[in-house]
C-alpha cells in the first residue's frame, strides 16, 4: 500500500439477500455513516453476489429497495457517498472475468464461506457461489478502493482481493497498479460490533438465514419484538463479571454485552463497570431498552423511505452513472494493460 500513489477510497456493499439486521448495522452500515465524512465513499447493493443462490425475482427487487432505504435511514447520504446497485455498473463483472484468470482455484478452495453456504452437496452449489470472492475482488479494486469497511467474517475476501490485486500487478508489471485493499474491522471502540452472534447461540454469527427468527434482530422489527427477542435471548445463570476477562467461555453473556457496548459507544469494560454483578433479569430489559433507543428510528425512517420506490430508484441511477464515471476508466486501463484491442 504505501507506494500505492492513488487516493484513499473507501469501498462496501451489502448482498440484496434478505433484509438487515443489528448485526449489519454495527458490523457495516454504522462505520459506512461514519466514514462518508473521511474519505470518499462507494456503498453498493451487491444483487449481483445475491444471485449467487436463488433470489425470487420480485422479492430480490423489493429487497434491492430495502437495503437501499436501509442505507439511507442508517444515515449514509446520497450526495456524499456513491450509492447504487451492483448491476447497474457493468464494469464489476468485466473486472471480475479478468480476475477469473488471476486468481487460481487453490485460493477460491480454501474460502470458508463457500463451504459453509455450499454446504455438503456442494456439486449442486451454483459457480457463482464458487467465485463469489472474485467477484468481490472486481467490486473493491475496479474503484482502485483502499479500505474496506466490513465485518469481521469478510476478513479473508479481503486477504483473497490483496492477493488477486498483486497478482495482477506482478504478471503484468504493472507495479502499484492497484492498491491492496485494507480491511477496516474494527469498530470505534475496540472490537464491539465487528462480529454480532445469534441470540440463540453465541457461537455462531447473527445471520439473515438462521433458520429461528428469535436468533436475530432486524432494523425493521418493532419496540415489542425486540424486547421478546432479548428476553428470549439464550444466557447462562451467572451475573455479569466486573472485568471483561471474566466473559472468557461465556459467549452469550458477551454478545450481549458486546451488543450493548457497540450501541452506547464505548467498550466491554465501561458496561461492566456498570452492570457488572447483576444479573439478567436487570441488563436485559436494559439493553432492551438501549437497541429500541437505536433502531426505532433508523426502523421509522426505514418505512417511510421504502414506501417511496421512486426516490429510491432516483438515488440508485444517479449513483450508479458517478460510479461508472470513476470505474469505466480503470477497466479501460486494464484491458490495455491485459493486451485486449481497443
Ligand atoms: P451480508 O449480509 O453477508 O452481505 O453482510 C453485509 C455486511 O454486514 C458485511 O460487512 C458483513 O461483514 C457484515 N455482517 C454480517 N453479519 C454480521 C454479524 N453477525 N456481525 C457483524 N457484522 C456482520
Ligand atoms: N461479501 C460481502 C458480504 O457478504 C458483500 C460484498 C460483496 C462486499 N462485494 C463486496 C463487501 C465488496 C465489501 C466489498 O458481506
Not at 126 to 131: A, M, P
Not at 253 to 278: P, T, W
Not at 291 to 298: L, N, Q, S, T
Request: negative net charge; contains cysteine; glycine residues 8%.
Amino acid at each position: 500500500m504505501s507506494e500505492y500513489q492513488g487516493p484513499t477510497r473507501v469501498l462496501s456493499g451489502v448482498q440484496t439477500s434478505g433484509k438487515l439486521h443489528l448485526g449489519n448495522y454495527l458490523g457495516a452500515l454504522k462505520k459506512f455513516a461514519a466514514l462518508q465524512h473521511e474519505m470518499e465513499c462507494f456503498f453498493f447493493l451487491a444483487d449481483m453476489h445475491a444471485i449467487t443462490v436463488w433470489q425470487e425475482p420480485e422479492a430480490l427487487r423489493a429487497q434491492t429497495y430495502n437495503i437501499a432505504a436501509s442505507y439511507l435511514a442508517a444515515g449514509v447520504d446520497p450526495k456524499t457517498a456513491v450509492i447504487f446497485h451492483q448491476s447497474a455498473v457493468r464494469a464489476h463483472a468485466e473486472l471480475a472475468w479478468i480476475f477469473n484468470c488471476v486468481a487460481r482455484l487453490g485460493w477460491l478452495d480454501r474460502m470458508t464461506q463457500f463451504k459453509d453456504k455450499a454446504g455438503k452437496d456442494k456439486e449442486r452449489a451454483s459457480v457463482g457461489l464458487y467465485t463469489y470472492p472474485v467477484l468481490q475482488a472486481a467490486d473493491i479494486l475496479v474503484y482502485k478502493a483502499t479500505h474496506v469497511p466490513v465485518g469481521e467474517d469478510q476478513k479473508q475476501h479481503l486477504e483473497l482481493s490483496r492477493d488477486i490485486a498483486a497478482k495482477f500487478n506482478h504478471d503484468f508489471g504493472a507495479e502499484h497498479f492497484f492498491p491492496l485493499p485494507e480491511p477496516l474491522i474494527k469498530g470505534q471502540f475496540g472490537n464491539s460490533g465487528a462480529r454480532i452472534m445469534s441470540l440463540r447461540d453465541g457461537t455462531s454469527k447473527m445471520s439473515k438465514s438462521d433458520p429461528s427468527e428469535n436468533a436475530c434482530i432486524f432494523l425493521k422489527d418493532d419496540a415489542d419484538t425486540i424486547a421478546r427477542k432479548i428476553k428470549k435471548a439464550k444466557t447462562d445463570p451467572e451475573p455479569l463479571p466486573s472485568e471483561p476477562e471474566g466473559l472468557d467461555g461465556r459467549p452469550e453473556a458477551a454478545n450481549l454485552v458486546g451488543i450493548y457496548a457497540a450501541l452506547s459507544g464505548g467498550g466491554d469494560a465501561d458496561v461492566l463497570a456498570e452492570f457488572g454483578g447483576q444479573g439478567f433479569g436487570v441488563f436485559k430489559p436494559a439493553l432492551a431498552e438501549l437497541v429500541v433507543d437505536k433502531i426505532a428510528p433508523i426502523s421509522a425512517e426505514l418505512n417511510r423511505l421504502e414506501a417511496d420506490p421512486g426516490y429510491l430508484h432516483g438515488v440508485l441511477s444517479d449513483g450508479a452513472a458517478r460510479a461508472a464515471a470513476i470505474a469505466d476508466p480503470i477497466v479501460r486501463d486494464v484491458k490495455k494493460i491485459v493486451g485486449f484491442l481497443s
